[in-house]
């Protein structure tokens, strides 16, 4: 209904009983109301533009038929589904002959536009769609995917990674029938950052100090040590082992919706002062009794990497009364407030000085 250039076919034949024809052979179409002729033509057939007659002259032999007819017309919208038509024959050395039939008037096909579809990244805000339909009709759209895209109107939302395919659909009315067309595009894993503070330096002996760090995916982010001797990492709880530079790793793996995130560190140094004596032990000759020895030189040195603090020097022990220590003319060791700086070495003095036997 609502046609353009709609066609039907008229075949003209000749009775078995019957001669051949003989003469010109004319064919009258009569179209009924609702339908509009604009031209017939056939093999064989002659037929005045626009015109609703056709004719030949070569005969027909009993039980024979002429090419078929093709008769095109417009269909009006208020035509009715079924309609009957009327044809008749003249000529051919015969008696005229009419006969009437009953022709279904079938909704036109139609026919949808709809684009490809990019590829879309997962996380990728909602998007809109378009087709459109040769019958000027209004298209629809539904995901036969939904678990990973679905549609509200002409919006599509990725919901996951994977194939998401969109259908496109014209429903049709009286005059057109219904047509659908679908398109598909994949929906990749999303990409994601870590967000990953700097680390503050740290003393030794510090208690264990807890770190964080978050992704743009939300996921949660694991931190490790890529540097073990120096600091050891439980969940997000970073120890302090020794002095040095501590890495610490922060870390996303992803999933099947997001790429893995690229790793981030964060460095900080572990500092202390370390004091390290030249010798673990000294002898001394026999000495008199509340006589003193010769002096012992032990080399202190810092070996870490920050300025020691040296709040008192002082023999300890048991045995501590029999020993003086005495600071040393040319090299002494700073005493509170003044600092051994990383690195450097000061000299301890010590005698030793028996008060009993």
């Not at 209004?138 to 679905?150: D, G, K, R």
């Not at 503070?197 to 992704?215: D, E, H, M, R, Y």
């Amino acid at each position: 209904m609502g046609q353009v250039g709609a066609i039907y076919s008229v075949v003209v034949g000749n009775s078995a009983a019957a001669g051949s024809t003989s003469g010109a052979v004319t064919v009258t179409e009569t179209v009924p109301a609702g339908l509009t002729l604009t031209s017939m033509s056939g093999t064989g057939w002659t037929c005045p533009s626009g015109g609703a007659t056709c004719s030949r002259n070569d005969a027909l032999a009993a039980g024979a038929y002429y090419p078929a007819l093709a008769v095109a017309v417009n269909v009006s919208p208020g035509a009715a589904s079924q309609v009957t038509n009327q044809v008749s024959v003249a000529g051919g050395g015969a008696a005229g002959a009419s006969a009437q039939y009953v022709t279904s008037i079938l909704p036109a096909p139609q026919t949808i536009a709809f684009g490809s579809l990019a590829n879309q990244t997962f996380g990728t805000l909602p998007f809109p769609v378009s087709a459109t339909s040769s019958s000027g009709l209004a298209v629809s759209f539904a995901s036969t995917t939904p678990a990973v895209c679905t549609v509200q109107g002409a919006t599509v939302t990725p919901l996951a990674t994977g194939t998401c395919t969109i259908q496109a659909t014209q429903m049709g009315n009286s005059n057109y029938a219904a047509a659908s067309v679908g398109q598909s595009f994949q929906v990749t894993p999303g990409s994601q950052t870590i967000t990953f503070g700097v680390l503050a330096n740290q003393t030794l002996g510090t208690f264990p100090i807890t770190v964080s760090a978050t992704s743009t995916s939300g996921l949660t982010v694991t931190v490790g040590s890529t540097t073990p001797a120096v600091c050891t990492v439980q969940g997000t709880v970073v120890t302090l082992v020794t002095i040095g530079t501590c890495t610490i790793q922060a870390a996303q793996a992803g999933n099947s919706n997001y790429s893995a995130a690229p790793s981030v560190n964060q460095s900080f140094t572990v500092t202390a002062g370390i004091a390290t004596p030249g010798a673990s032990s000294l002898s001394f000759a026999n000495t008199i009794l509340g006589k003193s020895s010769a002096i012992q030189t032990v080399t202190l040195q810092n070996s870490g990497n920050a300025a020691l603090t040296i709040a008192s020097i002082a023999p300890a022990g048991s045995d501590a009364l029999n020993y003086q220590y005495i600071a040393d003319a040319a090299h002494p060791c700073p005493i509170t407030p003044a600092t051994l700086g990383a690195g450097a070495a000061c000299t301890l003095d010590v005698s030793f000085v028996p008060l009993s036997q």
